[in-house]
């Protein structure tokens, strides 16, 4: 591993835009979008700290808060900021410091610690204001798919239960009891079908489906000691998410394959035996389904990751066919460095990892404007 730890954090914020084609980073001199395939960076603007860059797309919009290092940047303020004409399209502001920011064609989501407000994103109203429990670290999993558009929110100080509420409708949808301690980390899926789920402990991580999700679950054990699961990522798949990745602060990288696990769950409620087995057990302790690349950021230094491509591969060779898949993933470290790894899976379910590049984010060469 070529990175080496930091004693301060050099990064303050980073996100993948929804599609996964870009991602931005905020730190206290200022924000950079940067394209996840070539590693290019399309926009930089050093005015101050901030906090929360949040990406529409590959859009020109972007929603800002400051981190309140000077007065033009408030944490209380967001920003919807146009990186084509390099102007502020509206602000907003709040009574107490926004902790989160998500957003997609349709609506803009603006989360503090005890309330959540959703907003039309084209005609910029309220529509809505949610009471919350005390939400101290902003968490929060929303879907930008407008079918299945779903916000996730804590439920509980106490412990792991999850809000789900249909953004579009705008109500409820229901609550996930999925963790005994409070929660450190949750994703949707892109289709909103599938929410993971990580508490504190970050010994288990959950997923459940939305649609059914006090009745489905599936679990995998990350490991036995506790560990801050800093991000969790479905697959790009539209329907199936059939890989999950974790980050957390021991260092690895954890992937989980859902589909398999999926699969071989329904070829098991078939048997009688199979029927009799609570999957919940099974299902935890399994470590077929789970691959680790130790060592992958360092120890502590936090990390956001995303899954960029799932492909399965079919060899050519007559004498012995053979069908891998391989899944490659970003990872943004926030000592300041963006990875590619690549994880192979055979036929006979043997990993193997590859870095296949990796890049210092302070270290690219930028005028103020690259390109928008």
Same mark, same amino acid.
């Given at each position: 591993?070529?990175?080496?730890?930091?004693?301060?954090?050099?990064?303050?914020?980073?996100?993948?835009?929804?599609?996964?084609?870009?991602?931005?980073?905020?730190?206290?001199?200022?924000?950079?979008?940067?394209?996840?395939?070539?590693?290019?960076?399309? +926009?930089?603007?050093?005015?101050?700290?901030?906090?929360?860059?949040?990406?529409?797309?590959?859009? &020109?919009?972007?929603?800002?808060?400051?981190?309140?290092?000077?007065?033009?940047?408030?944490?209380?303020?967001?920003?919807?900021?146009? !990186?084509?004409?390099?102007?502020?399209?509206?602000?907003?502001?709040?009574l107490?410091?926004?902790?989160?920011?998500?957003?997609?064609?349709?609506?803009?989501?603006?989360?503090?610690?005890?309330?959540?407000?959703?907003y039309?994103?084209?005609?910029?109203?309220?529509?809505?204001?949610?009471? !919350?429990?005390?939400?101290?670290?902003?968490?929060?999993?929303?879907?930008?798919?407008?079918?299945?558009?779903?916000?996730?929110?804590?439920?509980?100080?106490?412990?792991?239960?999850?809000?789900?509420?249909?953004?579009?409708?705008r109500?409820?949808?229901?609550?996930?009891d999925?963790?005994?301690?409070?929660?450190?980390?949750?994703?949707? %899926?892109?289709? /909103?079908?599938?929410?993971?789920?990580?508490?504190?402990?970050?010994?288990?991580?959950?997923?459940?489906?939305?649609?059914?999700?006090?009745?489905?679950?599936?679990?995998?054990?990350? /490991?036995? +000691?506790?560990?801050?699961?800093?991000?969790?990522?479905?697959?790009?798949?539209?329907?199936?998410?059939?890989?999950?990745?974790?980050?957390?602060?021991?260092?690895?990288?954890?992937?989980?394959?859902?589909?398999?696990?999926?699969?071989? *769950?329904?070829?098991?409620?078939? %048997?009688?035996?199979?029927s009799?087995?609570?999957?919940?057990?099974?299902?935890?302790?399994?470590?077929?389904?789970?691959?680790?690349?130790?060592?992958?950021?360092?120890?502590?230094?936090?990390?956001?990751?995303?899954?960029?491509?799932?492909?399965?591969? !079919?060899? !050519?060779s007559?004498?012995?066919?053979?069908t891998? =898949?391989?899944?490659?993933?970003?990872?943004?470290? +926030?000592?300041? +460095?963006?990875?590619?790894? =690549?994880?192979?899976? &055979?036929?006979?379910?043997?990993?193997?990892?590859?870095?296949? *590049?990796?890049?210092?984010?302070? *270290?690219?060469?930028?005028?103020?404007?690259?390109?928008?």
């Amino acid at each position: 591993m070529a990175i080496q730890s930091s004693s301060a954090s050099s990064i303050l914020c980073a996100s993948f835009s929804q599609d996964n084609r870009g991602f931005s980073i905020g730190t206290k001199d200022g924000f950079k979008i940067f394209d996840s395939e070539s590693g290019r960076l399309c +926009y930089e603007r050093s005015i101050g700290a901030f906090s929360i860059v949040e990406m529409l797309y590959g859009s &020109s919009l972007l929603a800002v808060v400051g981190a309140g290092e000077q007065p033009s940047l408030s944490p209380r303020r967001l920003c919807l900021f146009n !990186t084509r004409t390099g102007a502020a399209i509206k602000e907003m502001n709040f009574l107490t410091s926004i902790l989160a920011v998500r957003v997609n064609r349709k609506r803009l989501i603006v989360i503090l610690q005890e309330k959540t407000y959703i907003y039309d994103l084209n005609k910029l109203k309220m529509l809505d204001a949610i009471d !919350t429990v005390p939400n101290t670290k902003g968490l929060c999993a929303f879907s930008p798919s407008l079918d299945g558009c779903y916000l996730a929110l804590p439920a509980s100080t106490t412990k792991g239960s999850v809000l789900v509420y249909n953004v579009m409708e705008r109500h409820s949808h229901g609550q996930i009891d999925a963790h005994r301690s409070p929660l450190a980390a949750m994703v949707l %899926s892109s289709n /909103g079908m599938y929410i993971a789920t990580a508490s504190e402990q970050g010994t288990i991580i959950r997923v459940h489906l939305v649609s059914q999700a006090t009745e489905q679950s599936y679990s995998f054990r990350r /490991g036995t +000691y506790p560990s801050t699961i800093y991000s969790l990522s479905f697959g790009p798949s539209l329907r199936l998410p059939d890989i999950l990745i974790a980050t957390s602060s021991s260092g690895s990288v954890h992937v989980f394959c859902l589909g398999l696990l999926i699969n071989q *769950r329904s070829q098991r409620s078939n %048997s009688l035996l199979g029927s009799m087995i609570p999957d919940s057990i099974s299902d935890a302790f399994e470590s077929a389904h789970h691959h680790v690349r130790h060592n992958a950021v360092p120890a502590g230094v936090k990390s956001c990751a995303m899954i960029h491509s799932v492909e399965i591969v !079919t060899s !050519t060779s007559p004498t012995s066919p053979a069908t891998a =898949s391989r899944v490659s993933m970003f990872i943004i470290t +926030y000592n300041g +460095y963006f990875q590619e790894y =690549s994880l192979s899976i &055979s036929q006979m379910n043997e990993p193997s990892w590859s870095l296949e *590049r990796e890049f210092n984010l302070f *270290r690219t060469a930028s005028d103020t404007m690259i390109d928008s």
